[in-house]
Protein backbone atom coordinates (compact mmCIF):
# COMPACT_ATOMS: atom_id res chain seq x y z
CA UNK A 1 0.00 0.00 0.00
CA UNK A 2 0.74 3.38 -0.03
CA UNK A 3 3.40 5.02 2.14
CA UNK A 4 3.49 8.48 4.06
CA UNK A 5 6.17 9.37 5.94
CA UNK A 6 5.54 12.17 8.51
CA UNK A 7 8.32 13.41 11.08
CA UNK A 8 8.91 14.23 13.78
CA UNK A 9 7.01 11.79 15.89
CA UNK A 10 6.61 13.93 18.96
CA UNK A 11 8.02 17.21 19.79
CA UNK A 12 8.07 19.03 22.41
CA UNK A 13 8.49 23.10 22.41
CA UNK A 14 8.22 26.33 24.59
CA UNK A 15 5.07 28.35 24.15
CA UNK A 16 5.17 31.49 21.57
CA UNK A 17 7.52 28.89 19.39
CA UNK A 18 6.73 27.20 16.02
CA UNK A 19 6.90 23.79 15.14
CA UNK A 20 7.32 22.66 11.41
CA UNK A 21 6.06 18.91 10.88
CA UNK A 22 6.40 17.45 7.60
CA UNK A 23 4.57 14.75 6.00
CA UNK A 24 6.32 12.92 1.97
CA UNK A 25 4.22 10.25 0.15
CA UNK A 26 6.91 7.59 -0.63
CA UNK A 27 5.99 5.43 -3.44
CA UNK A 28 2.63 7.83 -5.17
CA UNK A 29 2.50 11.70 -5.92
CA UNK A 30 0.29 13.29 -3.32
CA UNK A 31 -1.44 15.46 -5.19
CA UNK A 32 -3.89 16.28 -2.01
CA UNK A 33 -2.98 15.80 1.91
CA UNK A 34 -5.34 15.86 4.24
CA UNK A 35 -4.08 17.14 7.77
CA UNK A 36 -6.15 16.32 11.17
CA UNK A 37 -5.47 16.85 14.74
CA UNK A 38 -6.73 14.49 17.55
CA UNK A 39 -7.40 15.05 21.12
CA UNK A 40 -6.92 12.78 24.24
CA UNK A 41 -10.16 10.03 23.53
CA UNK A 42 -11.64 11.98 20.55
CA UNK A 43 -11.77 10.96 16.93
CA UNK A 44 -9.51 12.45 14.02
CA UNK A 45 -10.82 16.29 13.12
CA UNK A 46 -9.82 17.38 9.80
CA UNK A 47 -8.07 20.82 10.33
CA UNK A 48 -7.24 21.50 6.23
CA UNK A 49 -6.82 19.73 2.89
CA UNK A 50 -3.63 20.73 1.06
CA UNK A 51 -3.12 20.67 -2.44
CA UNK A 52 -0.01 20.43 -4.36
CA UNK A 53 0.79 24.13 -6.24
CA UNK A 54 -2.43 25.83 -4.68
CA UNK A 55 -3.84 27.00 -1.20
CA UNK A 56 -5.15 24.76 1.10
CA UNK A 57 -8.72 24.50 2.41
CA UNK A 58 -9.23 25.04 5.86
CA UNK A 59 -12.20 23.94 7.71
CA UNK A 60 -14.34 25.65 10.03
CA UNK A 61 -13.07 27.15 13.20
CA UNK A 62 -9.30 26.33 11.77
CA UNK A 63 -6.83 29.22 11.97
CA UNK A 64 -5.08 29.90 8.46
CA UNK A 65 -2.64 32.22 9.95
CA UNK A 66 -1.97 30.25 12.60
CA UNK A 67 -1.30 26.75 10.99
CA UNK A 68 0.59 27.24 7.94
CA UNK A 69 0.33 24.68 5.32
CA UNK A 70 2.68 24.43 2.07
CA UNK A 71 2.30 21.81 -0.45
CA UNK A 72 4.77 22.62 -2.64
CA UNK A 73 5.68 19.63 -4.68
CA UNK A 74 4.07 16.17 -5.62
CA UNK A 75 5.53 14.53 -2.52
CA UNK A 76 5.82 16.73 0.42
CA UNK A 77 3.67 18.61 2.28
CA UNK A 78 4.42 20.61 5.56
CA UNK A 79 1.95 21.64 8.93
CA UNK A 80 3.66 24.77 10.76
CA UNK A 81 2.09 25.48 14.07
CA UNK A 82 3.35 29.11 14.28
CA UNK A 83 3.30 30.77 17.87
CA UNK A 84 2.30 27.40 19.47
CA UNK A 85 1.00 27.60 22.82
CA UNK A 86 -0.17 25.27 25.53
CA UNK A 87 -4.05 24.62 24.14
CA UNK A 88 -2.48 23.08 20.34
CA UNK A 89 -1.05 20.41 22.40
CA UNK A 90 -2.37 17.82 20.18
CA UNK A 91 -1.68 14.77 17.76
CA UNK A 92 -1.27 15.75 14.39
CA UNK A 93 -1.61 13.44 11.62
CA UNK A 94 -1.44 13.81 8.04
CA UNK A 95 -3.15 11.25 4.67
CA UNK A 96 -3.29 11.19 1.25
CA UNK A 97 -3.80 8.18 -0.87
CA UNK A 98 -3.55 6.85 -4.48
CA UNK A 99 -6.22 9.00 -6.11
CA UNK A 100 -7.33 10.23 -2.77
CA UNK A 101 -9.47 7.16 -2.80
CA UNK A 102 -8.03 4.87 0.30
CA UNK A 103 -6.27 6.98 2.65
CA UNK A 104 -3.16 6.33 4.40
CA UNK A 105 -1.59 8.24 7.32
CA UNK A 106 1.58 9.22 8.39
CA UNK A 107 2.63 8.01 11.56
CA UNK A 108 1.21 11.02 13.81
CA UNK A 109 3.29 13.53 15.60
CA UNK A 110 2.44 14.10 19.31
CA UNK A 111 2.80 17.92 19.89
CA UNK A 112 3.25 18.96 23.30
CA UNK A 113 3.48 23.04 24.21
CA UNK A 114 5.10 23.66 27.32
CA UNK B 1 -26.99 15.20 14.23
CA UNK B 2 -23.44 13.96 13.24
CA UNK B 3 -22.69 13.31 10.23
CA UNK B 4 -20.97 9.61 10.75
CA UNK B 5 -22.00 8.15 14.64
CA UNK B 6 -20.25 5.04 15.96
CA UNK B 7 -21.09 3.89 19.89
CA UNK B 8 -18.16 5.10 21.54
CA UNK B 9 -18.23 1.80 24.22
CA UNK B 10 -16.10 0.28 25.01
CA UNK B 11 -17.47 -3.44 23.69
CA UNK B 12 -16.12 -5.44 25.63
CA UNK B 13 -15.83 -9.02 24.61
CA UNK B 14 -14.12 -12.31 25.61
CA UNK B 15 -10.94 -14.06 23.67
CA UNK B 16 -12.52 -15.63 20.90
CA UNK B 17 -15.82 -14.41 20.47
CA UNK B 18 -17.13 -12.25 17.67
CA UNK B 19 -16.88 -8.33 17.83
CA UNK B 20 -19.60 -6.44 16.53
CA UNK B 21 -18.81 -2.88 15.48
CA UNK B 22 -21.89 -0.48 13.59
CA UNK B 23 -21.51 2.71 12.09
CA UNK B 24 -24.40 4.86 10.92
CA UNK B 25 -23.89 7.96 8.55
CA UNK B 26 -26.64 10.63 7.22
CA UNK B 27 -25.43 11.33 4.18
CA UNK B 28 -27.08 9.17 1.89
CA UNK B 29 -25.13 10.54 -1.56
CA UNK B 30 -21.86 8.60 0.17
CA UNK B 31 -20.38 6.00 -1.84
CA UNK B 32 -17.04 4.45 -0.03
CA UNK B 33 -16.62 3.39 3.16
CA UNK B 34 -13.86 2.25 5.31
CA UNK B 35 -13.04 0.78 9.10
CA UNK B 36 -9.49 1.85 10.45
CA UNK B 37 -8.27 0.36 13.65
CA UNK B 38 -5.98 2.65 16.19
CA UNK B 39 -4.04 1.87 18.60
CA UNK B 40 -3.94 3.89 21.54
CA UNK B 41 -0.49 7.02 20.51
CA UNK B 42 -0.80 5.91 16.65
CA UNK B 43 -2.12 7.07 13.63
CA UNK B 44 -5.15 4.84 12.23
CA UNK B 45 -4.58 1.96 10.12
CA UNK B 46 -6.48 0.39 7.29
CA UNK B 47 -8.41 -2.92 7.90
CA UNK B 48 -11.29 -2.75 5.31
CA UNK B 49 -12.91 -0.90 2.57
CA UNK B 50 -16.34 -1.25 1.02
CA UNK B 51 -18.14 0.44 -1.61
CA UNK B 52 -21.45 -1.62 -2.84
CA UNK B 53 -24.10 -3.80 -0.04
CA UNK B 54 -23.54 -6.74 1.09
CA UNK B 55 -20.69 -8.45 3.27
CA UNK B 56 -17.16 -8.28 2.35
CA UNK B 57 -14.68 -10.74 3.96
CA UNK B 58 -10.71 -10.45 4.73
CA UNK B 59 -9.55 -12.82 6.98
CA UNK B 60 -11.06 -12.24 10.91
CA UNK B 61 -12.77 -9.17 9.81
CA UNK B 62 -15.96 -8.99 7.72
CA UNK B 63 -17.50 -5.18 6.50
CA UNK B 64 -21.30 -5.38 5.95
CA UNK B 65 -22.82 -2.35 3.95
CA UNK B 66 -26.37 -1.50 3.79
CA UNK B 67 -27.12 1.61 2.04
CA UNK B 68 -30.67 1.87 2.04
CA UNK B 69 -30.27 1.37 5.78
CA UNK B 70 -27.29 4.08 6.07
CA UNK B 71 -25.07 1.86 7.98
CA UNK B 72 -22.00 -0.09 7.77
CA UNK B 73 -20.31 -2.67 9.83
CA UNK B 74 -17.72 -4.81 11.10
CA UNK B 75 -17.49 -7.93 12.80
CA UNK B 76 -14.24 -9.46 13.93
CA UNK B 77 -14.18 -13.21 14.17
CA UNK B 78 -12.17 -15.23 16.78
CA UNK B 79 -11.33 -11.38 18.67
CA UNK B 80 -7.57 -12.07 19.90
CA UNK B 81 -6.58 -9.24 23.02
CA UNK B 82 -4.41 -7.72 19.69
CA UNK B 83 -7.45 -6.30 18.47
CA UNK B 84 -8.04 -4.56 21.29
CA UNK B 85 -7.65 -0.90 19.90
CA UNK B 86 -9.82 1.68 18.85
CA UNK B 87 -12.22 1.01 15.57
CA UNK B 88 -13.10 4.35 13.32
CA UNK B 89 -15.62 4.24 10.90
CA UNK B 90 -15.06 6.62 8.00
CA UNK B 91 -17.51 7.61 5.11
CA UNK B 92 -16.49 9.52 1.47
CA UNK B 93 -19.14 10.86 -0.63
CA UNK B 94 -16.74 10.44 -3.81
CA UNK B 95 -13.27 9.82 -4.87
CA UNK B 96 -10.99 12.99 -4.07
CA UNK B 97 -13.79 14.05 -1.50
CA UNK B 98 -12.78 14.00 2.11
CA UNK B 99 -13.37 11.38 5.00
CA UNK B 100 -15.47 11.89 7.47
CA UNK B 101 -15.14 10.10 10.15
CA UNK B 102 -16.87 8.66 13.32
CA UNK B 103 -15.66 9.04 16.88
CA UNK B 104 -14.62 5.91 17.40
CA UNK B 105 -15.84 2.58 19.40
CA UNK B 106 -12.93 1.24 22.13
CA UNK B 107 -12.80 -2.43 21.81
CA UNK B 108 -11.97 -4.35 24.90
CA UNK B 109 -10.50 -8.14 24.22
CA UNK B 110 -10.14 -10.12 27.55
CA UNK B 111 -7.97 -13.22 27.37
Known amino acids: GAVVSQHPSWVICKSGTSVKIECRSLDFQATTMFWYRQFPKQSLMLMATSNEGSKATYEQGVEKDKFLINHASLTLSTLTVTSAHPEDSSFYIC??????????FGSGTQLSVL | QKEVEQNSGPLSVPEGAIASLNCTYSDRVSQSFFWYRQYSGKSPELIMS????GDKEDGRFTAQLNKASQYVSLLIRDSQPSDSATYLCAVNQAAGNKLTFGGGTRVLVKP
Open chain 2, 50 to 53: IYSN
Open chain 1, 95 to 104: SSGQNNEKLF
